[in-house]
């Protein structure tokens, strides 16, 4: 195949056939299952997926892409040109759900990820390859430097699981960056449901919107001392030190105060 890697969409293409293999892998692709790949390029993790099924959705921008990936792949591949960020994953979701995966352009994966969280009950598990920084981040711990609003949101919905990491070389052309790759399973049913997702996506926001102030600074006119009291949380601790479950009892406190 000759296309010249657009770096506007992101394009770095995996060559390493050892690391291709090591994430179908940890893919482990069934024929059962209903597979859909964002942004599959040249088609290296496509064809990868497809010695081990039959049959494959994907999702690509790039229009130059698409006859090539057509003439590789042939009826095993069901093509869908266009923008993952506007893509109703939904429209195509079987009832067991899909399975999405991809080698994100990283440029656009912690969008892609917010769009994805609005569609969950359609998705049994993500694996996707993304920068190394952004691996950490949905996967951090409270109280680490990486934990932020995204592990926050994304772990609410999700169980976060950092795989393993994968070098420039293993590219072309080579990003700047290490890579890893990460398993985002939807929780079944939400371990600390929020009664109004909205109200704790907003709080959420604030309260890392100034990450180095208490949260009583922070969340000035969102909470009084009584309600931190009745949330269990002290008002003097920063964003980054709360749980996704202490961040819900605070989301529902707020809730029940405005009634
Ligand atoms: N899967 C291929 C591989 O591993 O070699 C390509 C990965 S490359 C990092 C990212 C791919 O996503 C490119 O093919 C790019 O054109 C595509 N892409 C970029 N932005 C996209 C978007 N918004 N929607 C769908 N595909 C996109």
Redesign the pocket.
Known sequence: MSHN??KR???????DHQV?AQIVEAIAPRADEALL??????????AAILSRIDQLSA????RD?IPLLQKRFGNHLRLFA??????DFSAIAPIQGLRII???????STP?IFHLMKVLPHICDMTF?LQREVVERLAAKPGTKAYGRLSVMVQYGCDAKALFTVSPSA?TPP?KVDSALIRLTPWRSVPYPANNERLFAQLVKQAFSQRRKTLKRVLKGEIDSTGFIQADIDPMRRAETLSVAEFVKLANEIRTRRG
């Open positions: 890697p657009r969409f992101g394009q770095h293409f995996l060559r291709l790949e964002i942004g599959p390029g040249e088609g290296a993790l496509t999702i690509e921008i790039d892409l266009g923008d993952a960020l506007r893509f991809g080698n994100l352009p990283y440029n656009i892609l390859l590219f990003p």
